[in-house]
């Protein structure tokens, strides 16, 4: 399913995910080139936003990281009509991934449902974890999912607990 050496679109949730634990380097491991829409970069930016422990994804759109490639949505009817549903930077990317026949990176439930629904291959943070431990990266994604757990990001049980079951670590 995840395949290396290709492009991914990145909402936000995932990107302060990994940013909250200092684990990009794990998505652009895997991914080299990670696009960013402008409706994302905006979220990661925005002063209001609770998110202390995005300093890494800040910073790496600050100094033009070479792995970060900010994109502008193009325009689409698709867009107006997910983001009646949806934040704009998750829109945008669903739009944008639909556009370059791309991989696409969600969290949110509602986000993943309407990028299946259009036929696009959709996956989100655990699977960044499962491939990297499955590459021999990481040991273990327990203690990153604590890591991430402490630092606000949130998880459904249910989904934390078959995760760890599927890797072998319960």
Same mark, same amino acid.
């Given at each position: 399913?995840?395949?290396?050496?290709?492009?991914?679109?990145?909402?936000?949730?995932?990107?302060?995910?990994? $940013?909250?634990?200092?684990?990009?380097?794990? %998505?652009?491991? *895997? @991914?080299?080139?990670?696009?960013?829409?402008?409706?994302?970069q905006?979220?990661?930016?925005?002063?209001?936003?609770?998110?202390?422990? +995005?300093?890494? *994804?800040?910073?790496?759109?600050?100094?033009?990281?070479?792995?970060?490639?900010?994109?502008?949505?193009?325009?689409?009817?698709?867009?107006?009509?997910?983001?009646?549903?949806?934040?704009?930077?998750?829109?945008?990317?669903?739009?944008?991934?639909?556009?370059?026949?791309?991989?696409?990176?969600?969290?949110?439930?509602?986000?993943?449902?309407?990028?299946?629904?259009?036929?696009?291959s959709?996956?989100?943070?655990?699977a *960044?974890? +499962?491939? $990297?431990?499955?590459?021999?990266?990481?040991?273990?994604?327990?203690?990153? %999912?604590?890591?991430?757990?402490?630092?606000?990001?949130?998880?459904?049980?249910?989904?934390?607990?078959? @995760?760890?079951?599927?890797?072998?670590?319960?």
């Amino acid at each position: 399913m995840i395949q290396s050496e290709m492009s991914i679109v990145s909402n936000t949730s995932p990107l302060i995910a990994l $940013s909250a634990i200092k684990r990009l380097d794990l %998505l652009y491991g *895997i @991914f080299p080139s990670v696009i960013i829409p402008q409706g994302v970069q905006k979220e990661i930016l925005s002063d209001g936003n609770p998110w202390n422990a +995005a300093t890494a *994804i800040r910073d790496a759109i600050s100094k033009k990281a070479t792995w970060v490639e900010i994109v502008s949505a193009p325009q689409h009817p698709l867009l107006a009509s997910l983001s009646q549903r949806l934040g704009i930077g998750e829109s945008e990317a669903i739009v944008l991934a639909l556009r370059q026949n791309m991989v696409v990176l969600l969290d949110d439930k509602a986000a993943r449902k309407a990028g299946n629904q259009l036929g696009l291959s959709v996956i989100g943070t655990l699977a *960044i974890l +499962a491939r $990297s431990k499955k590459n021999g990266v990481i040991p273990q994604v327990e203690p990153l %999912l604590h890591e991430m757990h402490d630092a606000g990001i949130y998880l459904a049980d249910s989904l934390v607990t078959e @995760f760890l079951r599927n890797m072998g670590e319960t």
